[in-house]
C-alpha cells in the first residue's frame, strides 16, 4: 500500500513561533468545516506575524469523494488515530495526520454534523496566548 499525503496548506510567518495546525474534513461529509480551512488560508495569508500555520482542509479525501463520513472500509477517522501506514486507507489517513499532529504545539480540529446530524452551536472557548496574527484581540 502506498503512503497517503494529505494536501497541506502552509503559512509562515517571518518570525518564529507557535506552529499551530488546522484540519477538517475528517469526515467526509462535513463540508462547512472545508470550505471554513479554505476561506481562513486566504484570510490569514500576510496577516501572519509570528509561526507557522499548517491547514488540512480535506483530511479524509476518500470519504469526501463519496461524499460520506467514512470510507467504504467504514472505519471512523476520528476514532483511529494514531492509524497504520500499512493499513486500510482510513488507517493510512490516520496515520498521515497524526504525523501532522506530532510536530504541532497547537491542534484546532474542525467538524461539523455531516449530512445526517444537526449541530447547534454549543460553546466557544477563547483562549488568550502568543498572538499569531494581526488582530485587535491581541
Known amino acids: 500500500m502506498s503512503e497517503i499525503l494529505l ?11 507557535p506552529h499551530l ?17 479554505r476561506r481562513l488560508t486566504g484570510l490569514l495569508g500576510d496577516q501572519l506575524i509570528q509561526g507557522h500555520v499548517a491547514i488540512v482542509p480535506v483530511s479524509n479525501e ?21 492509524g497504520r501506514v500499512d493499513g486500510s ?16 504545539d497547537f491542534l484546532i480540529d474542525l467538524h461539523a454534523g455531516g449530512k445526517l446530524h444537526k449541530i447547534l452551536p454549543l460553546a466557544k472557548l477563547c483562549v488568550r496566548a502568543t498572538c499569531l496574527v494581526k488582530s485587535s484581540m491581541c
Open 7 to 17: 494536501k497541506t496548506i502552509e503559512l509562515n510567518a517571518t518570525n518564529e513561533g
Open 62 to 82: 476518500v470519504a469526501f469523494a463519496r461524499s460520506a463520513p467514512t470510507a467504504k472500509d467504514g472505519l471512523d477517522l476520528a476514532r483511529i488515530c494514531p
Open 89 to 104: 486507507i482510513t488507517e493510512q489517513a490516520g496515520a498521515a495526520i497524526s504525523g501532522l499532529i506530532e510536530k504541532v
Open 21 to 37: 495546525l488546522m484540519s477538517a474534513g475528517v469526515h467526509g461529509d462535513e463540508f462547512e468545516p472545508m470550505v471554513v480551512a
